[in-house]
């Protein structure tokens, strides 16, 4: 299946360039697979369409203010793009580089071992003029922090030892940037829009610190919006995958089956299978809040407590498993979750609501509007 089958025209006025006013304000296309009807309503809409004994599945995973600047010995500047803490033994999570060998650095060669015996290992995409050499070091941070070179990768990668006297979290939220997405143009940030993207570029339950963008379609919800829900009987489980690099990567083979998806880190406790599992017994749906709760979801053989990687590439055909309907926001022309959507309600009807919203100008991407899919 080629990859031009999931294009379509979408004008650049309706990217959203900022969050809502308000998190409810957000509108809510509502796609019904069985009929193909599309209805214009608002996300506080959502509980006409939820009943007692369902479930929403979402993904409590935090955003950390992961791009970060700083410069290299020579003074040039280097921007990076935190993706994921390495730990000691990634290779479950299937991160290797180009040559095979896994991301550890007690896995390098003498004379690639870093210098320094403590601090944090992290997989970054990295934007410089010219690249570090393996062994060279960076001042981060305004000087709060320091990086030794472990590894430069294909397509900006590079894997990073990086150390601070105090934590590096810390140190994040008062240097580090929220990592918008490339199509959020902003050339200059205030600090006023700054802080006001660490609020907003979150969902309200994030927990789970460790992603490198936001589980978009859950930006929408607010503490009433889900009291309500609960009143109405609808019970919410939270689970967590770390968004990672497939966020950044385009879809750039010809062929869809071509493109490759990076692992993403996911957990399922045992309290969220409960759930899910209670609801589902019980005649009710699992409505996955976002890709990232699908992608989560499916890549389990039995809803259960479990902790993994997941790969997973969902396209037309597709048979899901678990997921009965999904909320999602508008996505990329070509992209893989534009390719999930359209497996779980057909390329047709996708494309067809996909052109219904570019007429009824949608705000299109994380900061936009969403769609329920039942």
């Not at 979402?58 to 010995?73: L, M, W």
């Not at 580090?176 to 600090?191: A, C, W």
């Not at 047709?348 to 509007?369: C, I, N, P, W």
Request: include cysteine; charged fraction near 25%.
């Amino acid at each position: 299946m080629k990859t031009d089958l999931f294009n379509y025209d979408l004008p650049p006025a309706l990217i959203a360039q900022r969050p809502p006013e308000r998190r409810e304000l957000a509108r809510m296309m509502v796609l019904h697979r069985d009929t193909g009807e599309i209805e214009h309503r608002a996300i506080t809409d959502i509980v006409e369409y939820l009943r007692e004994p369902d479930v929403l599945v979402v993904n409590n995973t935090k955003v950390i203010p992961a791009r970060v600047f700083g410069a290299k010995a020579s003074g040039g500047k280097v921007e990076l793009l935190l993706l994921e803490h390495v730990a000691e033994d990634p290779e479950g999570c299937g991160n290797k580089l180009p040559e095979g060998r896994p991301l550890n650095a007690a896995s390098a060669p003498p004379s690639e071992r870093p210098r320094h015996t403590n601090g944090e290992t992290w997989k970054v995409l990295m934007k410089t003029s010219r690249r570090p050499k393996v062994g060279d070091e960076l001042a981060l941070c305004s000087g709060k922090a320091t990086a030794t070179m472990l590894y430069d990768g294909e397509q900006g990668e590079a894997v990073l030892k990086i150390e601070s006297d105090r934590p590096l979290m810390e140190i994040l939220d008062e240097e580090g940037v929220p990592p918008l997405p490339p199509y959020i143009g902003r050339k200059e940030q205030t600090p006023e829009q700054i802080a006001e993207d660490k609020v907003r570029y979150q969902t309200v339950y994030a927990s789970a610190p460790g992603a490198a963008a936001a589980p978009t379609a859950g930006l929408h919800f607010t503490p009433e919006l889900f009291a309500e829900l609960n009143d109405r009987g609808v019970s919410k489980a939270e689970l967590t995958l770390h968004v990672g690099l497939g966020t950044f990567r385009p879809v750039s083979a010809e062929i869809i089956t071509d493109h490759e998806m990076h692992h993403e880190r996911y957990a399922v406790s045992a309290e969220a299978a409960q759930t899910i599992n209670a609801a589902k017994s019980a005649g009710g749906r699992i409505v996955a809040v976002g890709s990232t709760s699908v992608r989560t979801l499916e890549s389990l053989d039995r809803v259960e407590s479990a902790e993994g990687a997941t790969n997973i590439f969902i396209y037309p055909p597709y048979d899901f498993q678990h997921v009965d309907a999904i909320l999602t926001n508008f996505h990329l022309p070509k992209s893989t979750l534009l390719m999930m959507m359209s497996a779980f309600a057909s390329r047709d009807l996708m494309l067809k609501a996909y052109e219904t919203a570019v007429q009824e100008k949608y705000r299109f991407f994380s900061y936009g509007d969403c769609m329920l899919i039942l």
